[in-house]
């Protein structure tokens, strides 16, 4: 009998604790990275400028690039800069903005990259995509998984709590897309990789599970492993689908519509996966999502985020255009504005009772 087996793109390197930044340089020695200390090093000028002071003495032959957004632009244009260094890796220190950036220049000069993840605020730290604005919007841009991953819980907690909120809001908004990838399969003939639906759905239930809050060392710890998993999951996948449907359909509909009122990702798919599981008419499990995101602060309603109730039906009615060709409960139902509308207010009425 053949023994079947297929190569999973994930890091090499997974390090989440307290103080796993105190000896970045060894870790990435000792795993062949970088034996020669010759990194290039993008970071921010908040979270990361702060971390450069600690870390630059212990990395005397790298090079640090200040990077000023999360465009498309200043993606190449780190890219650039690095080109000509004879690097053997590139390091985003930060947020999600950084760490896209970082993701999307090292695959333009064909180097491996590091994540070292300053806050935990959406699953792009571990995943195959980078976000980036550009003169469309903000478009996905495939990119190789990164080969290690490094996430100081120590640095985490110092974050604003708003990352780890925003980070719950994601996690857990992998419920709901996993549901409307099953929802495709029994519709549409959609192909479903068992593997990664499986990773993707307990990551985000081990976070709605979780009894410990935001500065819970524990509960830093699995959500940390949840964006990881949902990241690696979609490398298995080749795409976004284990962690992205209709919710986060609603999510890039709210800024494309609003792209100067929206709110932060995990905030949007978190309230778009509460209503999509609504809609689908899994209400205990809907109830369950509103209850765990209101225990961690994040909001549950459209109003919470500074969006009328009939912005939101524009959103969530607008939401299948901002993804042409995936099915979701949102294509499923088809709804009118006026169902919706209905559909929206009695979530509403069921959230304030």
Known sequence: MPVLTRLIPSPVVVDINAGALDDLAGLLADQRISASGKLAIAYSSGSGAKLRERLAPALPGADWYEVGGGTIDDAVKLGDAMKSGHYDAVVGLGGGKIIDCAKYAAARIGLPMVAVATNLSHDGICSPVSILDNDAGRGSYGVPTPIALVIDLDVIRDAPVRFVRSGIGDAVSNISAIADWELSHRETGEAIDGLAAAMARQAGEAVLRHPGGCG????????????????????????????????????????????KRSASHGEQVGLGACFAMYLRGAK????????????????????????????????????????????????????????IRDAYADYAKTVSS
């Open 216 to 259: 819970d060392d524990d509960f830093l710890t699995v959500l940390s492993e949840g964006l990881v998993l949902s990241g690696i999951a979609m490398s298995i996948a080749g795409h976004t689908r284990p962690s992205s449907g209709a919710c986060h359909e609603i999510s890039h509909a709210l800024d494309l519509l609003y792209p």
């Open 284 to 339: 205990a499990q809907s109830a369950l999502m509103v209850d765990v995101l209101q225990r961690h602060g994040l909001p549950v309603l459209a109003s919470e985020i500074g969006f009328s109730e009939s912005e939101f039906v524009k959103a969530v009615e607008f939401a299948p255009q901002t993804r042409p060709g995936r099915y979701t409960i949102l294509e499923h139902l088809d709804l009118s504005t006026d169902q």
